[in-house]
């Protein structure tokens, strides 16, 4: 039997606004608990909410990006559920008349190929504060801690149709939305701190079944690789449920990232109906068209655009602008490499190599590189005027990682530029072959057709009596001169 | 319409609301009432009119994103049953 997998996304992201999405109080992460917890947070008796403009601008903006249509008349709905970091008993959300509706996005796939993914809708509405239960004094015990500076942040969820077929291409997804809501600058998507946060609704279902089979939800999943590995798992035991002729139970799972299972949240499922109804405290949201416009107008250069311009302008292949653009920030860092090079095939390789590669053994982000644009952009110069071969600036490189200055500096310092002066060469080519006599000799009786291969021992010799740094087309065109003359 | 018992005593448990054995019947009747209130509003036809999400004919104003708010846990703390190291405390809840 071949299963299909059947995925459907609920993201969450936080959106970056200076105030709560009902109150005045402020969102900045990490202050001290419940310090940022103001009256209406509370759910004090007498409050009322006042949204924020703010909140509707990011998701305006999230919904043009995703060429969605906009709701111009959007509605707030009370979800009613009890949990002590939800002190209203309600969280105030969107359901009949969302701000965001029906769109579409293209991912792209490990194997080069394209989908489209649909988005159901997407809605504004409020966080919940945190529950904290290891508190460890004699007092607390059998306690749970309530902190609400996070109740009241705004949030986008965002909902896709049940279009994605396998883990891959649901991490694709995701990436993109972390692409698109980055580039807009409406959330930091900072996936650690929970600024972004995944719910995957996975199904199975033989292939070619039309009907799709019962579905669990995942909850709270923290990670990219999370999410990967979340969905596999959950796909293998409805599987195995499934081929020992089980059913699946359509209920809430929680994915255990140590253990790599998911298991059910049972106390939850009592509490599934939510009663929403319209939020009385809350007048419709009307946006004119004229609001609307201006963000349109002002929307940054999005992925797809940039990738493409990347392509076109930079002649880069897909597979390397897609890399360098899936961030905000390395595009602008491939951009400034380029400004100061002009050689925009020779940057994108830095970057994705040894860049890349420093930036991953440090785990850092291209924001924390220890080598500046302009510092990259002055070592590929340097090999393009043949100061320094490919080979020492990756040394180069090294030491400007360790802030040793820019490229010049470290050349300097170390010595590494490269021996283009004809007459020292012409004295290592000499002492080569002066040391080589055997290899001389194999060299004049081989068939002349094998002796350009053959001359590949004697520049491996002189580069290494020049430590690397002698010009090899110089090394080439004098080595081949005097081999010849001993013919 | 109408409803039953075991109904309301699940309405009951997910309002958080406890209603004695005894009382029961009695709620369970008035509720019916209210209900049949509701059957006879849809006898009115509704056919191609948008659900009213508010009464008032007017729309939400918007708020400028500042932060106006300041820090006031203290006097929201004083009158908490139960603090400890800033974080208000109730009986454990664990999914």
């Known amino acids: 039997m071949e299963w299909e997998i059947v995925i459907g996304l609920e993201i969450h992201v936080q959106l970056a606004t200076k105030s709560k999405i009902f109150s005045g109080a402020s969102t900045a992460f990490g202050a001290p608990a419940n310090t940022q917890a103001c009256a209406i947070d509370l759910a004090m008796p007498g409050t009322l909410p006042t949204p924020n403009l703010e909140a509707f601008r990011s998701a305006v903006k999230f919904g043009l990006a995703m060429n969605a249509e906009i709701g111009k008349r959007s509605v707030f709905e009370r979800k009613n559920y009890f949990y002590p970091d939800l002190p209203k008993g309600y969280q105030t959300t969107q359901l009949e008349a969302p701000i965001v509706g029906a769109g579409t996005v293209e991912i792209s796939l490990p194997d080069g190929s394209t989908k489209s993914v649909r988005l159901h809708h997407a809605h504004l509405e409020e966080d919940a504060g945190k529950s904290l239960h290891d508190l460890f004094s004699s007092k607390s015990h059998g306690m749970s801690g309530i902190d609400l500076n996070r109740a009241g942040t705004p949030l986008i969820e965002i909902v896709t149709e049940p279009d994605m077929r396998s883990a891959a291409e649901a991490v694709a997804y995701l990436k993109k939305i972390h692409s698109i809501v980055t580039y807009l600058g409406i959330s930091d998507g900072d996936m650690s701190q929970g600024s972004m946060r995944c719910d995957a609704n996975v199904s199975v279902r033989l292939k070619g079944e039309e009907k799709l089979g019962t579905r669990a939800e995942i909850k709270n999943i923290n990670s990219f690789r999370f999410v990967e590995r979340a969905i596999k798992v959950e796909a293998e035991r409805q599987i195995d449920i499934l081929e020992d002729g089980g059913k699946v139970a359509q209920e809430t799972r929680l994915y255990d990232s140590d253990k790599n299972e998911t298991r059910s949240m049972r106390s939850k499922e009592v509490a599934n109906d939510y009663r929403y109804f319209p939020c009385p405290d809350l007048l419709p949201v009307v946006l004119e068209d004229s609001f609307i416009e201006e963000i349109r107008k002002n929307l940054p250069e999005l992925p797809d655009a940039k990738r493409e311009r990347f392509e076109k302008d930079y002649g880069l292949s897909r597979y390397d602008a897609e890399l360098l653009t899936q961030e905000r920030a390395s595009a602008d860092y491939y951009e400034a490499v380029v400004k100061g090079c002009n050689e925009p095939k020779l940057a994108a390789n830095w970057m994705t190599g040894e860049l890349a590669a420093l930036l991953n053994r440090e785990e850092l982000s291209i924001e924390q590189s220890p080598v500046s644009p302009g510092h990259l952009a002055g070592l590929i110069q340097r090999i393009q005027d043949g100061t320094i071969s490919g080979k020492i600036a990756k040394q180069v490189f090294e030491a400007m990682a360790k802030g040793e200055g820019d490229a010049d500096a470290v050349i300097e310092a170390k010595g590494l530029k490269q021996v283009s002066d004809t007459g020292a060469i012409e004295k290592m080519v000499d002492d080569v072959i002066a040391a080589s006599a055997a290899q001389v000799e194999n060299y004049r009786s081989a068939d002349p057709d094998k002796r350009p291969k053959m001359m590949g021992f004697f520049v491996g010799q002189i580069m290494k009596a020049s430590k690397g740094q002698a010009n090899p087309k110089v090394i080439n065109e004098i080595l081949k001169k005097k081999l010849d003359a001993l013919l | ?95």
């Not at chain 2, 849809?42 to 932060?67: C, K, M, N």
């Not at chain 2, 006097?75 to 109730?90: C, K, S």
């Open chain 2, 1 to 95: 319409m109408s409803v039953d018992s075991s109904e309301v005593t699940k309405l009951a448990e997910l309002a958080r609301i406890a209603i004695s054995d005894e009382t029961l019947q009695d709620v369970t009747e008035r509720l019916g009432n209210v209900l049949e209130l509701v059957d006879q509003l849809q006898l009115v036809d509704t056919a191609g009119i948008a659900p009213l999400a508010h009464p008032l004919d007017e729309v939400q104003r918007l708020r400028a994103d500042d932060v106006t708010e300041q820090n006031q846990r203290e006097a929201f703390q004083n009158i908490a049953p139960q603090v400890e190291d800033g974080l208000y405390l109730v009986p454990k809840v664990i999914d």
